[in-house]
């Protein structure tokens, strides 16, 4: 019991009657309108489809269950598709399809499906000024090749503007 209401749960376990109320348990509800609201709730709810629940007979049920089956037909099993080898005609029906709709548009090359551009900043380039762009991007953290300690002179123009380009990057 809390210090100012019976806990809860106490009061929704299965029905009891007042002897098993203790002595403070008893004196409470005596005095708190709250607490005995809430116990005549959950009576009213244990009590909710008694009446039904006295008339259910279970072998009755279990009779008629199995009179219903037995008298339903049995449903077709579900249609499996057993010819894969029609799935893939059909594909390549459609395939053909559409190979023929695009040879049949005018200005419809054979690269005309591959070449899509999606960085158009890049269009101008030449393909040196290409191969910089590619340079400078750097590369997956687990791509990484092993670093080699190389003297500077060793380094030409190129790696020299990475390596400072890299101590710029925070």
């Known amino acids: ?12 376990g299965p029905p009891v009657g007042p002897a098993a109320w203790s002595d403070a348990e008893a004196a409470h509800l005596a005095g708190c309108a709250e607490c005995r609201l809430e116990l005549e709730i959950l009576a009213g709810a244990r009590r909710l489809g008694a009446d039904h629940l006295a008339r259910f007979d279970p072998g009755r049920v279990a009779t008629v269950v199995r009179g219903r089956l037995a008298a339903e037909p049995v449903a077709a099993p579900a249609r499996v598709v057993r010819h894969p080898g029609r799935w893939l005609a059909g594909l390549a029906a459609a395939a053909a399809l559409v190979l023929a709709v ?37 590369p ?21 503007e990475r390596v400072l380009r890299s101590m710029e990057e925070p």
């Open 102 to 138: 695009r040879m049949w548009i005018p200005n419809a090359g054979p690269t005309s499906f591959a070449v899509v551009s999606v960085l158009h900043e890049l269009d101008g380039l030449n393909e040196p000024q290409l191969e910089e762009v590619l340079q400078s991007i750097p």
């Open 1 to 12: 019991m809390s210090a100012s209401h019976i806990d809860s749960d106490r009061l929704s």
């Open 140 to 160: 997956v953290t687990g791509a990484l090749d092993h670093v080699e300690m190389v003297p500077l002179s060793d380094l030409n123009a190129s790696d020299l």
